[in-house]
C-alpha cells in the first residue's frame, strides 16, 4: 500500500522543505526572459538621457513648461519622475505580468507541473512559493527602474531641487527624497492587481503567452474604460484609474486621499484573484 492509502507520509519526508525558496529563485533568475526583461529595464533610464541630450532643444524665449516630460531634464529627481511615469502603464505592467503570469503556466507548458506535484509538493505550497518569487522579482524590477533613473538623471543632469509638474513650485532635493520612496512604495501597491490577475490566468492555462497577454489586455480594457467620461464615479473602481495618484506625493503639499484610494482598490481585487486562483487551483485536474 502506497503512504496515501495508509495516511502515513513516507519516511523523510516534509512538505515544508518541498520546492525551497532558494531554489525556485535561482531557477526563475536563469531564465532568459529574466534576464531580459530587467537589461530592458536597467537599459531604458539611458536610453531617454542620450534622447535628451541629443535631442532638439526648446529655444531660449519659450515660456517654460509645466507638463513633467518638459521638466525631465531640470534635475535627477524630475528625470527618475519622467521615467516613472511613462513606464507605469505599460512597461512594469508587462515586466510584472510576465513574472507572475509565468509562473504556473510555463510548469505546464514544459509537462513539468504534474510532476512537481507528484513530488510530492503541496499544491497550496507550490504556488505561494511561486507567487512569492514572481513578487519578489516584480517588487525589484519597479524598485530598480526609478532608482537607475535617479542616476543616470543626476548624473546627466545634476542633484538640483525638483520641480512640480503643474505649478512650476519648486522643492528642496533633500525634503522630497524622502517622498521618492512613498511614489516607489505606491507604484509596488498599483502593480498588485495585474500580478494577481496575471498568476490567476496563469493557473487555469498551460500559456504563459496567454497568461501575460491576458493580465496586459485587461489592463488595457480597464485603460480605455476609464477615458470613458459617461461611467462617472464608476471608473474610480477600476484599477487603472488611481495609476498616477503618485504624482500628489511630489504635490508641494502631499496629498494622501488618492493614494489611499487607489491603494484600498488594488489590495481588495489583488486579494480577490488570488484567493481566487488558489481556491481554484486545489481542485484543478493537472495532466500537463
Given at each position: 500500500m502506497t503512504p496515501a492509502t495508509t495516511g502515513t507520509?513516507?519516511?523523510?519526508?516534509?512538505p515544508h522543505r518541498t520546492l525551497p525558496l532558494k531554489v525556485e529563485i535561482v531557477r526563475q533568475f536563469k531564465r532568459r526572459r529574466t534576464l531580459v526583461m530587467f537589461g530592458l529595464l536597467m537599459a531604458l533610464p539611458w536610453i531617454l538621457v542620450v534622447a535628451f541630450q541629443f535631442g532638439p532643444q526648446a529655444s531660449g524665449d519659450r515660456q517654460p513648461s509645466l507638463r513633467i516630460s518638459d521638466l525631465a531634464s531640470a534635475s535627477g529627481l524630475n528625470f527618475a519622475a519622467f521615467?516613472?511615469?511613462?513606464?507605469?502603464?505599460?512597461?512594469?505592467?508587462?515586466?510584472?505580468?510576465?513574472?507572475c503570469g509565468d509562473t504556473v503556466a510555463s510548469?505546464?507548458?514544459?509537462?513539468?507541473?504534474?510532476?512537481?506535484?507528484?513530488?510530492?509538493?503541496?499544491r497550496d505550497r507550490l504556488l505561494r512559493q511561486k507567487l512569492i518569487v514572481a513578487l519578489g522579482y516584480s517588487a525589484t524590477a519597479i524598485i530598480c527602474l526609478p532608482?537607475?533613473?535617479?542616476?543616470?538623471?543626476t548624473?546627466?543632469?545634476?542633484?538640483?531641487?525638483i520641480q512640480v509638474p503643474g505649478t512650476g513650485e519648486t522643492i528642496a532635493a533633500l525634503d522630497v527624497l524622502p517622498r521618492f520612496g512613498i511614489v516607489?512604495?505606491?507604484?509596488?501597491?498599483?502593480?498588485?492587481?495585474?500580478?494577481?490577475?496575471?498568476f490567476l490566468i496563469s493557473t487555469v492555462t498551460?500559456?504563459?503567452?496567454?497568461a501575460v497577454g491576458g493580465a496586459v489586455g485587461l489592463w488595457i480594457v480597464s485603460t480605455i474604460l476609464q477615458a470613458v467620461e459617461a461611467l462617472g464615479s464608476l471608473r474610480e473602481f477600476?484599477?487603472?484609474?488611481?495609476?498616477?495618484?503618485?504624482?500628489?506625493?511630489?504635490?508641494?503639499?502631499?496629498?494622501?486621499?488618492?493614494?489611499?484610494?487607489?491603494?484600498?482598490?488594488?489590495?481588495?481585487?489583488?486579494a480577490i484573484l488570488i484567493a481566487v486562483a488558489f481556491r481554484r487551483f486545489r481542485t484543478k485536474d493537472v495532466v500537463s
Open positions: 507520509a513516507a519516511p523523510g519526508y516534509a521615467v516613472l511615469s511613462v513606464s507605469v502603464s505599460f512597461l512594469l505592467v508587462v515586466a510584472v505580468a510576465l513574472f510548469e505546464a507548458n514544459w509537462s513539468s507541473l504534474r510532476y512537481l506535484l507528484a513530488a510530492p509538493v503541496p532608482l537607475m533613473a535617479l542616476l543616470a538623471g548624473l546627466a543632469f545634476g542633484w538640483h531641487d516607489i512604495g505606491y507604484a509596488l501597491v498599483s502593480q498588485l492587481v495585474v500580478a494577481a490577475l496575471a498551460d500559456s504563459p503567452l496567454g477600476l484599477p487603472t484609474f488611481w495609476n498616477t495618484a503618485w504624482l500628489d506625493a511630489l504635490a508641494p503639499e502631499l496629498d494622501w486621499s488618492g493614494m489611499l484610494k487607489g491603494a484600498s482598490v488594488s489590495v481588495t481585487y489583488a
